[in-house]
């Protein structure tokens, strides 16, 4: 029996989710799930670094919890997003999706404290397999094929992993989830399970291919934790892997224009999502202290204004039953809150000065700066104005203005408001006052984001892109939103791979119809040409009287004498 | 839609009705106005201050305008050069999707903002 030196801040969550269980479904049930991120939040506000809670499990030590800067500032914001996730969520009477919930964020939060690579993987699939619940708590059936394609692809992500962690163990005898080389097959395996969770790219579908597929709450809950816990592993297992720094430029680059033509708002924030870790990942890959500070507050800084994007078209779903471009459309009349709310997310994931996104950007594009990667400097300001196209605008513009869909839904609930609005509030006090957050980031690095030059340049940047985007809506050149969907690389294994299967299934189906067929005529004529020459008709039988067989058995006679007594 | 109920924009929410004005003919040119000047400021506002970037072409004169007018431009245009390719009907993957199924109406409260 282990006796904690620290109480783990998942158990709070584990524990929480079994309290949930013996209360009565309602108010109650619904402020535990808030309580309990809060209590999480508090504990791991007060750990001192260190490494706690070591645990023998078939003879190797685990260690539970390893705090440090780069897993508390993970923790805090994964505390915060589990909060205001679940406030969001207030409304929500299913027990499925509740404890879901929590297993998932306190599966994030144990992964981010884990000291030791079995650890990791234990809490590594414990977020894959609460977090399909959110998506399959959507109850049809087209949510159910996709929990199982999300299923499959995170769970190969954890085996991969293990089988990584197996094969360091052999090379190394230790099992510390510390910084990695790659060079080894055990590492690489592990830098492709990260890199899995972490939706580099074609290894990215499940995420555009599985958000949009959850509740309404649940994409809120997804958008924080799987994700950005890769981030976090790559920050811890792989800082300054070079290849990390063209993995995450490419990264930002191409959701760009897969998010400007997707018609369902979620999966265009799927795309965004999928951009903005491309910011981090680059970060990663820098390595540099004032880079792991910009991964660090962009996650923190990210994982809000991007909870507050899936909020604000989650109202909208709620309220309208769509959150398809197609169909929405000048709902700023009656949801005027929900619009500003938006508003607020679009500006902070686009980096406007005063927002959270651009005191946080900005570290991990200075870093590129000043460690001279031209080529990915640039990609980053381009993806940056990309950001600006689907996030920044197309969000909000397509939600709330535009055409008017004539749809004239009730504002948003009480409680999704205050969740909103809280999240709103958050990303305008980190771009106002970025302080706090560089507080707590993994080095002491000082830096200046509001200099004269960062803000004149950015919001030129900004606002020269949003005069691109006034001259070609008013010249028609814009794409317009349309009823479709958009092939990427999850047709490899929906469409191309079932094909070629179903191919090659015929084709060793016909194989063996003839092999078989051939040697069915094979034997049959045997059977036949025995038949004809031994059967009741044959020339043999025929040339056996009974008469012969009496000279026969008389002549074995014979013989048998003859041996016998000569 | 000749039995559409008259709207009345006075039950609107307060700040929904004072954003109508967004939906006034001349606004949208309006704002666009006020952009093009807003950009034509900031780009004269290189001229004011010392500029210290990283590279030296930062240093030209509303550099990072230009790039974000034609950045945005190559956005638009290679997203729908895209889509030219790759888009495909709702019900491509049917069946079994999401993209082609009605969200259950029983997760959700579609209120109209004036029912009671």
Same mark, same amino acid.
């Given at each position: 029996m282990?006796?904690?030196?620290q109480?783990?801040p998942?158990?709070v969550?584990?524990v929480?989710a079994?309290?949930l269980l013996?209360?009565?479904q309602?108010h109650?049930?619904?402020? &535990?799930?808030?309580i309990?991120?809060?209590?999480?939040a508090?504990?791991?506000?007060?750990?001192?670094p260190?490494?706690y809670?070591?645990?023998e499990?078939?003879?190797i030590?685990?260690?539970l919890t390893?705090v440090?800067?780069?897993?508390?500032v993970?923790?805090l914001i994964?505390?915060?997003?589990?909060?205001?996730g679940n406030l969001?969520?207030?409304?929500?009477?299913?027990?499925?999706? /509740?404890?879901a919930?929590l297993l998932?964020?306190?599966?994030a939060?144990?992964?981010?404290f884990a000291?030791?690579l079995v650890?990791?993987f234990?809490?590594?699939?414990?977020t894959a397999?609460?977090?399909?619940?959110?998506?399959?708590a959507?109850?049809?059936?087209?949510a159910?094929?996709?929990?199982l394609r999300?299923l499959?692809i995170q769970?190969g992500?954890?085996?991969?992993?293990?089988?990584?962690i197996?094969? &360091?163990y052999r090379?190394t005898?230790?099992?510390?989830?510390e910084?990695?080389?790659l060079?080894?097959?055990?590492t690489?395996?592990?830098?492709?399970?990260?890199?899995?969770?972490?939706?580099?790219?074609?290894?990215h579908?499940?995420?555009q291919?599985?958000?949009p597929?959850?509740?309404?709450?649940g994409t809120?809950?997804?958008?924080?934790?799987?994700?950005?816990l890769?981030?976090?592993? &790559?920050?811890r297992?792989?800082?300054?892997t070079e290849?990390?720094?063209y993995?995450?430029?490419?990264?930002?680059v191409?959701?760009v224009?897969?998010?400007e033509?997707?018609?369902d708002l979620?999966?265009?924030?799927?795309?965004?999502?999928?951009?903005?870790l491309?910011?981090?990942?680059?970060?990663?890959?820098?390595g540099?202290e004032?880079?792991?500070?910009g991964?660090?507050?962009h996650?923190?800084?990210h994982?809000?204004?991007?909870?507050?994007?899936?909020?604000s078209?989650?109202?909208v779903?709620?309220?309208t039953?769509?959150?398809?471009?197609?169909?929405?459309?000048?709902?700023?009349?009656t949801?005027?809150l929900?619009?500003?709310f938006?508003?607020v997310?679009?500006?902070?994931i686009?980096?406007f000065?005063?927002?959270?996104?651009?005191v946080?950007?900005?570290?991990?594009?200075d870093?590129t700066?000043?460690?001279?990667?031209l080529?990915?400097?640039?990609?980053?300001v381009?993806?940056?104005?990309g950001v600006l196209?689907?996030?920044?605008i197309?969000?909000?513009f397509?939600?709330?203005?535009?055409?008017?869909?004539?749809?004239?839904?009730k504002?948003?609930?009480?409680?999704m408001?205050?969740?909103m609005?809280a999240?709103?509030?958050l990303?305008?006090?980190i771009?106002?006052?970025?302080?706090?957050?560089y507080?707590?980031?993994?080095?002491?690095?000082?830096?200046?984001?509001?200099?004269?030059?960062?803000v004149v340049?950015?919001? /030129?940047l &900004?606002?020269?892109?949003l005069l691109?985007?006034c001259?070609?809506?008013r010249?028609g050149?814009?794409?317009?939103?349309?009823?479709?969907?958009n092939?990427d690389?999850?047709?490899?294994?929906?469409?191309l791979?079932?094909s070629?299967?179903?191919?090659?299934?015929?084709?060793i189906?016909a194989?063996?119809?003839?092999?078989?067929g051939?040697?069915?005529?094979?034997?049959?004529?045997l059977?036949?040409r025995?038949?004809k020459s031994?059967?009741?008709?044959?020339r043999?039988?025929?040339?056996w009287?009974?008469?012969s067989m009496?000279?026969?058995?008389a002549?074995?006679?014979?013989?048998?004498?003859?041996?016998n007594?000569? | 839609?000749?039995?559409?109920?008259?709207?009345?924009?006075?039950s609107?929410?307060w700040l929904?009705?004072?954003?109508?004005?967004v939906?006034?003919?001349g606004?949208?040119?309006?704002?666009?106005?006020?952009l093009?000047?807003?950009?034509?400021?900031l780009g004269?506002?290189d001229?004011?201050y010392?500029?210290?970037?990283?590279?030296?072409?930062?240093?030209v004169?509303?550099?990072?305008?230009?790039?974000?007018?034609?950045?945005f431009?190559?956005v638009?245009f290679g997203?729908?050069?895209?889509?030219?390719?790759i888009?495909r009907?709702?019900?491509?993957?049917?069946?079994?999707?999401?993209?082609?199924?009605?969200?259950?109406?029983?997760?959700?409260e579609?209120v109209?903002?004036?029912?009671a």
């Amino acid at each position: 029996m282990m006796m904690p030196d620290q109480f783990p801040p998942a158990f709070v969550f584990f524990v929480g989710a079994i309290a949930l269980l013996l209360a009565p479904q309602g108010h109650a049930r619904s402020a &535990l799930t808030l309580i309990i991120p809060i209590i999480a939040a508090s504990i791991l506000w007060n750990m001192e670094p260190g490494i706690y809670d070591r645990v023998e499990f078939l003879g190797i030590t685990l260690e539970l919890t390893r705090v440090d800067k780069l897993s508390t500032v993970f923790g805090l914001i994964f505390c915060l997003a589990a909060f205001l996730g679940n406030l969001f969520a207030w409304h929500v009477k299913d027990t499925i999706q /509740q404890v879901a919930a929590l297993l998932y964020a306190g599966s994030a939060i144990g992964a981010v404290f884990a000291g030791d690579l079995v650890t990791l993987f234990i809490y590594w699939e414990g977020t894959a397999i609460a977090s399909v619940f959110l998506i399959w708590a959507r109850r049809t059936e087209g949510a159910y094929h996709t929990g199982l394609r999300y299923l499959i692809i995170q769970i190969g992500s954890g085996v991969i992993l293990l089988a990584g962690i197996v094969l &360091l163990y052999r090379e190394t005898g230790s099992l510390a989830f510390e910084k990695m080389t790659l060079g080894t097959l055990a590492t690489w395996l592990i830098f492709l399970a990260f890199g899995i969770k972490c939706a580099f790219p074609l290894l990215h579908n499940w995420l555009q291919d599985s958000y949009p597929a959850a509740t309404v709450t649940g994409t809120v809950i997804l958008s924080a934790f799987t994700t950005k816990l890769a981030v976090y592993a &790559l920050a811890r297992g792989f800082p300054g892997t070079e290849l990390l720094i063209y993995i995450g430029a490419v990264m930002t680059v191409f959701p760009v224009f897969f998010a400007e033509i997707e018609n369902d708002l979620r999966r265009v924030l799927a795309y965004s999502l999928n951009n903005q870790l491309g910011f981090m990942v680059v970060g990663v890959g820098i390595g540099t202290e004032m880079s792991l500070n910009g991964t660090a507050s962009h996650a923190f800084a990210h994982i809000l204004y991007k909870a507050l994007l899936f909020m604000s078209v989650g109202a909208v779903l709620f309220r309208t039953g769509t959150s398809k471009a197609s169909e929405l459309g000048g709902l700023y009349r009656t949801m005027p809150l929900t619009t500003v709310f938006c508003l607020v997310g679009a500006a902070s994931i686009s980096a406007f000065p005063l927002f959270s996104g651009f005191v946080t950007k900005s570290l991990v594009l200075d870093a590129t700066a000043e460690n001279h990667y031209l080529i990915v400097w640039f990609m980053l300001v381009f993806a940056s104005a990309g950001v600006l196209s689907h996030s920044g605008i197309k969000i909000p513009f397509f939600t709330f203005f535009a055409h008017d869909s004539g749809k004239r839904p009730k504002e948003a609930p009480t409680h999704m408001l205050l969740a909103m609005g809280a999240t709103a509030f958050l990303c305008i006090f980190i771009g106002v006052f970025p302080e706090p957050l560089y507080s707590i980031l993994p080095y002491d690095v000082e830096y200046h984001p509001y200099t004269t030059s960062h803000v004149v340049g950015q919001l /030129q940047l &900004l606002l020269f892109a949003l005069l691109a985007f006034c001259f070609l809506m008013r010249t028609g050149i814009h794409p317009p939103e349309i009823r479709a969907i958009n092939l990427d690389s999850d047709w490899i294994y929906r469409r191309l791979l079932p094909s070629w299967i179903s191919a090659i299934s015929v084709a060793i189906n016909a194989i063996w119809s003839k092999n078989l067929g051939f040697w069915t005529r094979k034997v049959d004529a045997l059977i036949v040409r025995l038949h004809k020459s031994h059967g009741p008709e044959g020339r043999i039988a025929q040339v056996w009287p009974t008469g012969s067989m009496v000279l026969w058995i008389a002549v074995l006679l014979g013989a048998t004498l003859l041996v016998n007594f000569v | 839609m000749a039995n559409k109920k008259k709207e009345n924009p006075e039950s609107f929410p307060w700040l929904g009705r004072k954003l109508l004005w967004v939906d006034k003919p001349g606004s949208p040119l309006k704002l666009v106005w006020i952009l093009a000047i807003v950009c034509i400021l900031l780009g004269l506002a290189d001229f004011t201050y010392n500029k210290y970037g990283h590279f030296s072409f930062e240093n030209v004169p509303a550099f990072y305008g230009i790039f974000g007018f034609i950045a945005f431009s190559c956005v638009i245009f290679g997203a729908k050069a895209l889509r030219f390719l790759i888009k495909r009907p709702e019900n491509f993957y049917s069946p079994n999707v999401v993209d082609a199924e009605e969200y259950p109406p029983e997760e959700l409260e579609k209120v109209s903002h004036d029912d009671a």
